[in-house]
């Protein structure tokens, strides 16, 4: 059985583990950054299978002091937004639905807020596959392309909840 929830401090150590598993596709994130990310999130929400964290979910809020280029990038551009700032799912959990299911409470939770879109990037070259299917197969869609620090192109996407 598993339950989408709040993040709590308690969680911050599993998070740390599930984001340094796949630090090429985020970015590196220590106890002390999590607790400044959590600090300034408008949603973190993660999966509990078993009195264990298989996923989570952070999201940042239009207006934010969030210091992400790609954040700003949103933040600079559109206004009443939740941007996804990072999804990751263990990987012996991967598959199973837990993704959608973080990202259908989080539509839910932006509807009940009145936030009429979200917002989210990921690598466009070289391209994550899985998060382009992934995004695409949720409503998003493409609104840029963007170089944006060290080399890297990102997609821009948004899913309007209007």
């Not at 400044?36 to 979910?57: K, N, Q, T």
């Not at 933040?75 to 990072?86: H, I, Q, S, T």
Request: aromatic share 12%.
């Amino acid at each position: 059985m598993s339950t989408v929830r709040k993040t709590n401090r308690e969680d911050f150590s599993a998070i740390r583990s599930l984001n340094d598993a796949v630090v090429t596709l985020t970015s590196p994130m220590d106890e002390s950054r999590i607790t400044s990310l959590y600090a300034m999130s408008c949603y973190h929400r993660v999966v509990e299978e078993d009195g264990e964290v298989s996923a989570f979910l952070l999201v940042f809020g239009s207006g934010s002091r969030y210091d992400s280029p790609h954040y700003q990038w949103f933040d600079e551009r559109y206004d009443n937004f939740a941007y996804v700032d990072r999804i990751v799912v263990h990987r012996r959990a991967r598959g199973r639905g837990l993704g959608r299911r973080l990202y259908e409470d989080l539509f839910a939770w932006a509807a009940q807020r009145r936030v009429d879109k979200i917002v989210c990037e990921y690598n466009a070259a070289p391209v994550n596959d899985v998060s382009r299917k992934f995004h695409q197969a949720l409503g998003f869609r493409e609104i840029s392309t963007e170089q944006l620090g060290a080399g890297k192109q990102v997609s821009m996407q948004l899913k309007p909840l209007s």
